[in-house]
């Protein structure tokens, strides 16, 4: 049985974690590859909205093993807030249940105060960080000084690697930003109980994955952030530092492309960005904040790590179509349909134009994407409550128009499609 990808098509934010949680159901093994605690993914599990932020959504499914793949950067701290928290929902995350890869970075307190020491100098230019240490956790890791979890089963070396990591923090805190130092001894007896906590759940989750795969059973490999905040082919340098892609599925896990047989896009029915960057579809009008939603909803557009409202625009099918090349998506899940009722026309970007000419391929070179404007197609909407449908042909015509345009242009099928923030509310196509 083959790895399933599941990642974001867009800027992140996509419902990830809503559908994750329903393919979760098949899988043995559920493993994020990517990225650190800056990923919020909501599931709804009844009345509750439960978010995680590094546990992967297989959580809540007791016969799947949730595994934190190599590719992760971990802020432990983080983790254990979260699995506290999850356990009070019954996940119950014992070292048999959550495993952590040997080879994951951990993101110490030294990240942190560099990535908001970092944001803070750029001023005007900043990224528009989680504030996380996101960035910082993949600088050490590249540059072969990270700290990685394996150490975590050896309490010597572990107190002198979270020292020896504070010390080089603070070199850096003093020279280039005129901070204060952080208190070393502190940290390393903050981490190094933390360590004691999960130094259990430390494993080779590579050969798990593999001794599943050959047994025959299914791994969902979940994706955190989307294709256009990917290190390598998003809108440079207003990306987050992982390979958010299929290729990070394959380096995160350390599986061979001849396992991923199915690489699932998650969509919305629009575009949403949070933090700085080019946006051509952007609304800045009322139309935006109508997509928005006030945020009495779970289901709307705020940060669920940050609380930032964001960004809203029309459906960009012009990156949808780069999102489906740079990953080989099999299939697409198209989620919030349910906003866009009562909005009509709709538009979806079909080009850009950059001085007069056209663009049909993403530029991802940012200065090119921000001269491009959005030439639109317009569509009928409908008026129809949809959040009842559960087939297909129950949509409006006008919704089944919208998703066939949707198909054509990416020349990939959908589906699953949601029409509201339950579980129940999501459909097979
Ligand atoms: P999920 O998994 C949306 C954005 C930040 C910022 C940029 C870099 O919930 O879809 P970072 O802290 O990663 O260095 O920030 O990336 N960003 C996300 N945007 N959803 C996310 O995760 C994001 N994780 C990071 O807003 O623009
Ligand atoms: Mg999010």
Redesign the pocket.
Known sequence: MPVTALL?AQ????G??HIADRLAVQSSIVARYN??D????SITIGDRVVRT?LVPAGAFHPESICVLAAGMVINLRSLAREVDELDGYGAQLTPDRLKIDQAAQLLLPGHIAL?GAGEDQLGAEA?????????PAYTDKMARVGVRAGVMTDAGRFAEAVRAHVERTNARLARDFNRAPLDAEAIVAEYSALAARFAPHVTDTMGLIHTALERGEHVLAE????TL?DIDHGTYP?????S?ITGGVLTGLGVGPKHVRRVIGVTKAFC??????PFPTELKDEMGARLRGTGSNPWDEF????G?P?RTGWLDLVALKYAARVNGLTELVLTKLDILTGISPLRVCIAYSNCDSPVTNFPSDVSELNQCAPIYSELSGWEEDITGVRRIDDLPLAARVYLLQIETFTGVKISHVSVGPERSQIFEV
Do not use: F, P
Not at 127 to 135: L, N
């Open positions: 974001g800027w992140g934010d996509e990830k974690g990225g650190g800056n990923a919020g993914h932020h990535d990224i528009g960080t989680t504030k996380r240490g996101i960035g994706g955190a952030q989307g905040l207003y990306v987050t530092s992982s958010t949403s960005r949070v933090g700085a960057g940060g669920s790590t940050t930032r964001r």
